[in-house]
């Protein structure tokens, strides 16, 4: 559980790797130019970060000059916009019925008191008496103890809550572009509905209230460990760079195998069609069955490009 705990934070922040010389590069960044020899359509792909938000991209003013030339905006899904498929997706996901303590087992009173003394409100009144679904609650307090790991550190993290993924898709609707989502509803409902999944979350959030309880000098090593990793994602993410390994294997997560497959049938096309402008998940873009070298394989030339 504690391997899948790690992977869970990596693909819900974006991890680090180093960098293949397949690859036009040269360097360690989170936007990419994509170039389509047999047509004249140039596109951009972003590795965003769901930790940071509206501030960190206001940091790159390129990246919204780019959008705002494309034709097209590519997305993960159209969540953010799309009040009937958020609805849809919210509804699925009620399914998951088990209660608070169910879920936290031997960390339900150190995860309750953490956000009775920090929030107000404990687990009993986030979970068990919300009617919101239990993996949108999990994620928030996901997000929430992150937050607090982020704002010690100063970082550019996400105002209120809103990721850099949704201020992007609202950003193309009011630029009147043409808005395309790539999941498929179903894969990801399973996914997140999967026990290994909500288990890890959970996991997860145990050791976060962990490392935010304690002063760093006493955290065991497995916990240092942890909170390490954490700053060095959320770390280098703040600055604009990111490492990729185009030659490793795919962490096991479905997370990112099934979606990436789905995704790369799609791609392709949409990419011959108009100039877009693409913004997934920075993990997504690496490992073997990365959208980057996914996309290489099919003749696409693939750059690096500098932020600023």
């Excluded at 960390?107 to 919300?130: A, K, R």
């Excluded at 609650?137 to 100063?154: A, P, Q, S």
């Excluded at 409902?189 to 026990?195: E, G, H, P, R």
Aim: with cysteine; proline share 2%; net charge neutral.
């Amino acid at each position: 559980m504690k391997r899948f705990t790690i992977l869970i934070l990596l693909v819900l922040l974006q991890g680090v790797a180093t960098v293949d010389g397949q690859i036009k590069s040269g360097l360690n960044t989170v936007l990419w130019k994509i170039e389509d020899l047999g047509s004249a359509h140039t596109s951009y792909l972003l590795g965003t970060n769901h930790f940071y938000g509206e501030e960190w991209l206001k940091s790159y003013p390129k990246i919204d000059t780019l959008l705002a030339a494309s034709d097209t905006f590519i997305c993960e899904s159209l969540h953010g916009t799309d009040t009937t498929a958020l609805r849809k997706l919210q509804y699925q996901l009620l399914s998951e019925k088990r209660t608070a303590k169910e879920l936290f087992k031997d960390n339900f009173d150190l995860v309750n008191d953490y956000f009775e003394n920090t929030t107000g409100s404990g687990l009993i009144e986030n979970i068990d008496n919300n009617s919101e679904s239990r993996v949108v609650v999990l994620h928030r307090m996901f997000i929430y103890l992150l937050d607090e790991i982020g704002t010690k550190n100063k970082y550019k993290v996400a105002e209120n809550g809103v990721p850099m993924d949704k201020v992007l898709l609202q950003s193309a609707t009011l630029k009147n572009k043409k808005n395309i989502g790539l999941d498929a509803i179903a894969v990801v409902t399973k996914i997140y509905l999967s026990d290994k999944f909500i288990d890890g979350l959970c996991s997860y959030i145990g050791e976060l209230v962990t490392i935010n309880s304690q002063d760093l000098s006493v955290l065991n090593s497995s916990s240092k460990k942890s909170y390490d990793q954490i700053v060095s994602v959320l770390g280098n993410y703040n600055k604009g760079t990111f490492g990729y390994n185009f030659t490793a294997k795919p962490t096991t997560t479905a997370m990112l195998e099934k979606r990436n497959k789905i995704w790369i049938k799609k791609l392709p096309d949409l990419l011959k069609k108009s100039n877009s402008f693409v913004a997934v998940g920075a993990l997504h873009l690496d490992s073997k069955i990365g959208i980057i070298p996914e996309l290489q394989k099919m003749g696409f030339v693939i750059t690096a490009v500098d932020l600023n």
